[in-house]
């Protein structure tokens, strides 16, 4: 257990140093917030999507349900202290308990949805999901406590990048160790054929139902972190466009690796950033040609899905990982 | 009383709206087992399509027999050939894959269609500018029938009111429907069409040009489509890039509450939808409206996940 | 008790529309039983598997599996509320393991895996995975209790899995020793880590059966198991699964079409056409029955030879 636990300790104590080192640079770390956030979005859909063979669209709906719980209860809390810690190690056990409390109704949330999706074919799951994002959509929009469509703010602003950082190693750790355990194979086995599966013993609704409880959990901790970095927390940053956003990612990383999750993920957040920052200098301080760079952006996200499934559905990694890789070459070198 | 009935024929006229975009998913579905994403596109696009014929027409054409019937007729025969475009280049090539890839593509086709027309492109020939792409604003669409209170009953602040609109389209679909209907089961390409959506390889060693029959079903659907948009537009006096995906998605959802692939499955699941938004909307508020869909579908696949008329289908082993 | 049939078919039909296309089927098979079935393309053999595993629910009669009834009205959907016919996986869990005519292997996973697939782990961390079955096939509040265990038994399996504990890693070496000896009895040790898509065929089809052992049946249902090899492999075969059938105590129901083969190996035969049982008996019994010699039409026995 310890053993199991210790990559993960390393990790935060690597994370703290960061944040130490580099936590006055704050454009560095909003955006270092921005690609971890995506990562760990991408990383989770793409246990259900690319691992399991089913297709969620409506991974924003999950982040929503984070971002607000976890704003909610940050909000609640924002005065309070446990007397005795020092103020910062304080506030960091509240950021945890709040992006945990959003995971978990997340989580909740993709039970729900889950449940009776998952029990028919795959692409029903596509539809529900979409819808599920356009009712918490509308949901929100028709709450008052939750801000309506103008939105949530004066969230405080506790997450550091070390904290995103943290969470985007912990959702790799675990689709790396789901992807070799009992329940990752079950995973692979019902991606590869779902009769057979069956017929194997494999309890694929249950299986199905739980990967989809485990990637709606990080997607819930995904926007909890969220709302702990930007200044407000509106519906307007979960449309169906986050969520393909998503989708896009996985699909050009390649469905089932999680290493072209990572990988698409920081360059396709990086990209447009990168872009708006350059168009934003180009037309002299202007942003109207970083707007107009930034709405192409959408429709050239879906001609790209439309390519990468005729030329190469696989993508760039295929199911290939990082480590399998560094494995194989380190066997070939002891060899 | 009063405002029962209202929202009654509200609920039927919006439902017979949905029914026919529904068909053209239930039919695409039975053919393909392929949810066609970019099907609510198609609309859009043949709504705007409509609305760039209507503009070129001239005003004095509306109300007109034959104006209506050249917004139709244009629309439609272009969204047949959109849809004849995207089967044979996008998903046929895809077509003995993994049944993902194909929904990827659909998923894909229907979001560059969305956001592709909210972008505002124009070109400038010879001092005239061209509009290419509309833009994310909603225009208003014209009045191509002149709405008009085909009856009205009871009192100045407790009506109800029948537009001759909601009159028309309800014979427009209902025609398309029983059409449809006979097509299907009283024709040849509709017996092929219910082999292909048996078994497209069993079909294809029968001789049947597999191919011909699913470009077939894609422009019908496409066609139907089309009528079905410029209906839903001439009702909402406007036209948005996004109205595609959101009559889409409930269309949809009325094909799935119904059975998917059961052609009167999706008319019944469609007006049921209809009836379940007019009443929600009517007694609490219009901004809940697209919740009410979802929800809906929810509940059904919770109880009844195979809709109200399908059969639990197994994959054959 | 012992000797109760671990499979027992009772008058089982199956109707597709109109289309009959298995009517009053019936079996047994106990353990160490070796029985065929055959019949003409198209006599209902793969739809007898189908009803049997849970595929198709069958119109009428009942399969009992190990003492469970495991099929209730087709007309029963599988909605939450409603309590549908037993699920595949629900069956196989009961000791009924298949293999498929046409070969449905995990096609990306290497052998290994394929393998590894089928042996869930059954030491389940905290409630024994045959005792939760047993709650939740005798129905009722225990059906709820054995569904309620099991997901707990889930989760944790979860946690494990994340913190990769001792209790963990023994279990995974535990499967990894049995998937191991799985593949070298089907002679696969070689192609441990190669992927499936990429055996030999009747490789392949030997993986299919090392899968359908990794279940841990009672019986095996074979689907052709033998299609697409030459008369060597064929008998080599018959062979390896005579010995399987000693080794695991197994009741094995084989679908063939080679007449010799089955007439070789098989105690029992079963011969279809149309869906109807046209023959039962022992080889002999059957090959002098004047009803599956005009089935056949010249395919007879003697002659196939």
Redesign the interface.
């Given at each position: 257990m310890i053993r199991g636990a210790a990559p993960a300790i390393l990790a935060a104590v690597g994370c703290i140093a960061l944040q130490a080192l580099l936590g006055e640079w704050a454009f560095f770390g909003y955006l270092a917030s921005l690609v971890g956030v995506n990562v760990i979005l991408a990383v989770s859909l793409n246990v259900i999507n690319g691992m399991t063979g089913q297709f969620s669209i409506g991974h924003a709906g999950f982040m929503a349900v984070g971002a607000y719980t976890g704003g909610i209860l940050s909000l609640a809390t924002a005065q309070d202290r446990i007397g005795v810690l020092p103020e910062v190690v304080s506030d960091q056990l509240f950021l945890v308990g709040s992006l945990c409390a959003g995971g978990t109704v997340a989580a909740l949330c993709g039970l729900i949805v889950g449940l009776p999706s998952l029990r028919l074919r795959g692409d029903y799951l596509a539809i529900v999901t979409l819808g599920f994002g356009e009712i918490i959509r509308v949901i929100v929009q028709n709450t008052q406590a939750l801000g309506g469509a103008l939105g949530l703010s004066g969230v405080p602003q506790r997450a550091g990048f070390g904290m995103v950082w943290f969470w985007v190693f912990l959702v790799v750790l675990m689709a790396r160790r789901l992807a070799a355990s009992p329940h990752g194979r079950s995973l692979w086995a019902i991606r590869e054929d779902e009769v057979a599966a069956e017929a194997m013993g494999v309890d694929t609704t249950s299986y199905k139902v739980r990967a989809f409880v485990l990637s709606s959990f990080f997607a819930g901790v995904a926007g909890a972190l969220f709302a702990h970095f930007v200044p407000i927390v509106n519906p307007g940053s979960f449309t169906f466009v986050k969520s393909m956003e998503i989708v896009v990612m996985i699909v050009a990383g390649g469905l089932g690796s999680t290493t072209g999750a990572f990988t698409a993920a920081v360059f396709l957040t990086l990209l447009p950033e990168g872009m708006r920052s350059l168009f934003t200098t180009l037309g002299g301080g202007d942003p109207s040609l970083a707007q107009k760079v930034d709405q192409v952006r959408m429709p050239i996200y879906g001609v790209l899905l439309v390519l990468i499934m005729l030329t190469r559905p696989q993508g760039i990694f295929g199911t290939h990982e990082a480590w399998d890789a560094v494995a194989r070459w380190r066997k070939k070198a002891r060899a | 009383m009063y405002g029962f009935l209202q929202h009654l024929i509200n609920g039927l006229a919006a439902g017979t709206i949905y029914a026919l975009v529904a068909l053209g998913y239930t039919m695409v579905y039975g053919v393909l087992k392929?949810?066609n994403?970019a099907h609510g596109d198609v609309m859009m696009v043949g709504v705007y399509v409509g609305y760039a014929v209507a503009f070129l027409m001239g005003r004095e054409h509306f109300g007109t027999f034959a104006g209506v019937m050249l917004v139709f007729l244009v629309s439609m025969l272009a969204c047949a050939a959109f849809g004849l475009l995207i089967e044979r280049f996008?998903y046929r090539?895809?077509r003995e894959?993994?049944?993902?890839?194909?929904?990827?593509?659909a998923?894909?086709?229907?979001?560059?269609?969305s956001?592709?027309f909210?972008?505002d492109l124009a070109v400038n020939l010879g001092g005239t500018s061209y509009t290419l792409l509309p833009g994310a604003a909603s225009r208003a669409f014209p009045e191509i029938i002149v709405p008009n209170q085909w009856f009205e009953f009871g009192s100045d602040d407790q009506s109800v009111i029948i537009w001759n609109w909601q009159v028309i389209s309800f014979l427009i679909a209902a025609a398309l429907m029983v059409g449809l209907q006979l097509l299907v089961f009283k024709t040849r390409f509709g017996r092929a069409m219910r082999a292909v959506s048996f078994d497209h390889r069993v079909a294809a060693l029968l001789g049947i040009p597999v191919d011909r029959v699913i470009a077939g079903t894609f422009m019908l659907g496409s066609a139907l489509a089309a009528c079905a948009g410029l209906l839903y537009a001439i009702k909402d006096t406007s036209v948005q890039p996004l109205m595609g995906?959101y009559i889409g998605?409930k269309a949809?959802?009325a094909a799935?509450i119904g059975g998917i692939g059961n052609v009167p499955g999706a008319v019944v699941g469609a007006l049921a939808l209809g009836l379940c938004e007019e009443f929600v909307v009517g007694y609490t508020?219009s901004?809940?409206r697209?919740?009410v869909?979802?929800?809906f579908?929810?509940l059904v696949?919770?109880?009844?996940?195979?809709g109200l008329f399908g059969r639990?289908q197994?994959?054959k082993? | 008790m012992s000797d109760a049939p671990l499979l027992e078919v009772k008058n089982v039909s199956i109707r597709f529309g109109g289309l009959k296309a298995l009517s009053n089927f019936s079996l047994e098979v106990r353990k160490g039983d070796l029985k065929g079935l055959i019949g003409p393309n198209g006599a209902g053999k793969t739809t007898a598997f189908n009803a049997l595993t849970g595929v198709y629910p069958p119109t009428e009669g009942a399969v009992v599996v190990g003492g469970v009834q495991i099929n209730r009205k087709a007309s029963e959907g599988q909605g939450l509320f409603s309590r549908g016919a037993m699920r595949p996986f629900e069956i196989n869990r009961l000791g009924l393991a298949r293999t498929f005519q046409n070969i449905r292997l995990f096609k990306q996973l290497s052998a290994l895996d394929n393998v590894r697939v089928a042996i869930i782990a059954r030491t389940a961390p905290l409630f024994s995975a045959e005792r939760t079955y047993r709650m939740k096939v005798a129905g009722g509040f225990s059906k709820f209790a054995g569904r309620t265990l099991e997901t707990i038994n889930n989760y944790l399996d979860w946690w494990r899995a994340f913190f990769r504990t001792p209790g963990f890693l023994r279990e995974e070496a535990e499967v990894t020793a049995r998937a191991d000896e799985l593949l070298q009895v089907m002679g696969l040790s070689h192609r441990r880590d190669e992927l499936a898509r990429n055996l030999p065929y009747g490789e392949q089809r030997r993986l299919e059966i090392a899968r359908a052992l990794g279940t841990g049946p009672k019986v095996l249902l074979l689907d052709e198991p033998a299609a697409g090899m030459n008369t060597r492999e064929k008998g080599d075969l018959m062979v390896l699964i005579r010995e399987l059938k000693d080794r695991f105590g197994l009741g094995i129901l084989l679908i063939e079409h080679d007449m010799k083969l089955v007439m070789g190996i098989c105690e029992q035969i079963t011969v279809l056409d149309h869906g109807e049982t046209i023959a039962t008996g022992t080889p002999a019994e059957v090959r002098a029955d004047p009803k599956v010699i005009e089935a056949y039409l010249g395919e007879a026995p003697g002659a196939a030879a």
């Open positions: - | 392929l949810i994403f996008a090539p895809l894959k993994p049944r993902l890839t194909s929904l990827i593509t998923i894909g086709i229907s979001f560059a269609l956001y592709g909210q972008l995906m998605l949809f959802v799935v508020s901004s809940w697209d919740a869909a979802f929800g579908l929810i696949l919770l109880a009844k996940p195979e639990v197994a994959e082993v | -």
